[in-house]
């Protein structure tokens, strides 16, 4: 049995629908940074046999305000999920980031390339992956996640394609995004897998340039855009309390190994068909 935690976020949600299996899915009724809690709810059910872990704080400025929840929900969760898994003979496959990197390089990112978190969020999911892989279980780095459900920038921009003449994009942070389902069917290929893996949608990109491409597609597919106008601005214009990786593109040859890894710019027209019905 697969045992699912954070079953409500972007990720947890897209897993839950591509298991097409009975599963086990916790929200925060089972909170990963009490280890009391998390035990008690493997001992209820003794048939465990994987779990992925799902479950983060993933705002990244409010992790600079709201430290020590980051710290319980990303360094200390993991942590426990990871004894417990142990305890209970079951495989872990734990959710990480590209923010555990500085984004100091230029060149696409190997597993092992060395980290340097710049911010709080970053540093709380590196904390994480240790204590992940100290117990010898798995972790899978992903960026700029995008999917039906939940805050992601994706979702925003399609909203704001719609209600915006003239909408501001970064095009100096460069990373590779990642269609929620398709990580979600990696991960069920990889699950009896240990070590440090790395999945994100084939193609860099900015968000700048995501947004070109996704108003292209939007049009073609029918959809009522108003944007006529999408700038391209710096990072620095947006304000935030913290530093974000300007290069955090993965290199995924070690995955690639396992799974297909098709374009971004495919994932995007799948994306757009999925919402169309919800907009038009
Ligand atoms: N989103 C991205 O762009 C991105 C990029 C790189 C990596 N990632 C990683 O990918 C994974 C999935 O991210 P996501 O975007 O799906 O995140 P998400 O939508 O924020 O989902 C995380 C879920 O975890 C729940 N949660 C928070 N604290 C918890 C706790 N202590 N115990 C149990 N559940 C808790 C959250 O509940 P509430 O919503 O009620 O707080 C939320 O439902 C995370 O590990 C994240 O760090 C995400």
């Avoid at 992790?63 to 142990?86: C, D, Q, S, W």
């Avoid at 190997?110 to 992956?129: C, M, R």
């Avoid at 240990?194 to 900015?206: E, H, S, W």
């Avoid at 309390?241 to 995924?252: L, N, Q």
């Amino acid at each position: 049995m697969l045992w699912i935690t954070g079953c409500k976020g972007l990720l947890g949600a897209a897993l839950v629908r591509a298991s097409r299996q009975a599963v086990l899915a916790t929200g925060k009724e089972v909170d990963i940074g009490d280890l009391a809690a998390v035990r008690q709810f493997a001992e209820k059910h003794p048939g465990i046999t994987h779990l992925v872990n799902c479950a983060a704080f993933s705002q990244v400025d409010a992790a600079e305000e709201f430290k020590e929840m980051a710290y319980h929900t990303n360094a200390r969760g993991p942590g426990h999920l990871a004894i417990v898994a142990r305890e209970m003979g079951a495989k872990l496959i734990h959710i990480s980031t590209d923010y555990v990197f500085d984004g100091k390089g230029r060149t696409p990112l190997v597993e092992t390339a060395p980290t340097g978190p710049l911010n709080t969020y970053g540093k709380t999911k590196w904390e994480g992956e240790q204590k992940v892989l100290e117990q010898g279980a798995c972790v899978i780095r992903t960026s700029w996640l995008f999917g039906s459900g939940g805050q992601n920038f994706v979702s925003k921009l399609l909203k704001l394609l719609q209600t915006q003449r003239q909408i501001r994009l970064t095009d100096d942070q460069w990373s590779r995004f990642t269609y929620a389902p398709d990580l979600a069917q990696a991960i069920l290929s990889v699950l009896d897998r240990t070590g440090l893996y790395q999945y994100a949608n084939r193609g860099v990109a900015t968000k700048y340039e995501f947004g070109v491409a996704m108003r292209e597609e939007a049009c073609a597919l029918g959809y009522p855009i108003v944007t006529d106008e999408i700038l391209s601005v710096p990072g620095a214009s947006f304000p935030s309390p913290c530093e974000r990786p300007i290069y955090s593109a993965f290199d995924t040859s070690k995955m690639e190994r396992i799974v297909n890894i098709r374009h971004w710019r495919d994932a995007l027209k799948e994306f757009l068909c999925e919402q169309m019905p919800a907009y038009l």
